[in-house]
């Protein structure tokens, strides 16, 4: 084995030099030296730039590790390859990458906001916003927010101002939209990858057929899977390129969306999947109901004193993964027998 050895060999490339580096990036790329900053002052890394280190705190977090035990479509899938939360998350921070590279933005703050994206969902998806959305009329819970929330209060990762812009905007329906091109790289990096890997668990569940999908579908983006995710990645390129902002063409949107409608009405509110969203429901507002009357029991880690207690139940709850969810409920409602 040869060993790598000597001074001439290696060569440093420390945070000046890396922000150097992205001077070279496109016009609208956002610089990390040009940062908004942080909540609170702090001295900067030797090498690392502000992206990359909240990138690499993301990834430490403990919202981020629970990610691997949190439900992206079907409750409780029997077999190993379903999606989860964390493998979406990887999907679409390599999609988010892979734009943000070939549109020569800044890669890390693509990364550090795809990382962190989906860390305030609630146990079982998208079903916990439908859930948690009545303690807080008029306004809704959305897991966007809740992102926000847990690396600026519940885990404080003083994360920089435009990577918590970008979790805060990178669903399509918040508004005001985010302020980078690196994090519509995201809005459209997330779209994407749950459309293509969410047909494949469909497919492999046995709830769609190939066959059903629209024919301009598998006519504008071929094979379900990989030929997806090229297609539409090409397309986003191609069109911000011509445009000079981050966007898809809109023949190719128009497809994207005919896709979204038909996987919400085949796959996201399919018969099976509502009957499991009810029960998935029932377990959040039961837990959230008994820790309300008892919030004493909420961990002191969630209880922050000048949030509400519906808040400081909802923070506990929406952090749980959806095996400890469904333990806890059973913990806390299943009939014990007395012997």
Same mark, same amino acid.
């Given at each position: ?182 994090? #519509?790289?995201?809005?459209?990096? !997330? /779209?994407? @990858?749950?459309?293509? +890997? %969410?047909? *494949? ?114 923070? #506990?709850?929406?952090?749980?993964? !959806? /095996?400890? @969810?469904?333990?806890? +409920? %059973?913990? *806390? ?7």
């Amino acid at each position: 084995m040869q060993e790598i050895s000597g001074p001439a060999q290696l060569r440093r490339r420390d945070r000046a030099a890396r922000e150097s580096d992205e001077e070279r990036l496109s016009p609208s790329a956002t610089r990390s030296a040009a940062s908004r900053g942080r909540q609170h002052l702090e001295e900067r890394d030797e090498f690392r730039t502000a992206f990359e280190r909240d990138r690499d705190r993301i990834i430490h977090s403990k919202a981020f590790r629970r990610l691997k035990h949190k439900t992206q479509v079907f409750l409780n899938p029997e077999g190993d390859h379903f999606v989860t939360r964390l493998t979406h998350t990887m999907q679409v921070t390599q999609v988010a990458r892979a734009l943000a590279s070939a549109l020569s933005l800044n890669e890390p703050l693509a990364e550090a906001i795809a990382l962190g994206h989906d860390v305030g969902h609630s146990p079982f998806g998208h079903t916990g916003e439908d859930a948690l959305s009545p303690y807080f009329m008029p306004d809704e819970w959305h897991h966007a927010a809740q992102s926000v929330r847990v690396y600026e209060v519940l885990e404080d990762a003083n994360l920089s101002w435009e990577v918590r812009d970008g979790i805060r905007a990178h669903s399509w329906k918040i508004d005001p939209p985010p302020a980078t091109p690196e994090a #519509y790289c995201v809005r459209f990096a !997330d /779209r994407i @990858a749950y459309l293509a +890997h %969410d047909a *494949l668990d469909a497919l492999r569940a046995g709830t769609l057929r190939r066959e059903a999908f629209p024919a301009s579908v598998l006519e504008r983006f071929g094979e379900p899977g990989r030929a997806w995710v090229n297609t539409m990645i090409n397309a986003v390129i191609d069109e911000s390129l011509h445009t000079g902002a981050v966007r898809m063409d809109g023949d190719t949107l128009a497809v994207m969306n005919l896709l979204r409608d038909f996987m919400f009405e085949h796959v996201y509110q399919s018969a099976e999947q509502l009957r499991q969203q009810r029960r998935a429901v029932a377990v959040i507002r039961d837990l959230m109901d008994w820790h309300l009357e008892h919030p004493e029991e909420i961990p002191d880690t969630y209880r922050q004193d000048e949030a509400s207690a519906q808040t400081q139940a909802a923070d #506990y709850i929406a952090g749980m993964t !959806d /095996r400890y @969810a469904l333990a806890t +409920h %059973d913990r *806390l409602f299943r009939p014990t027998l007395n012997i």
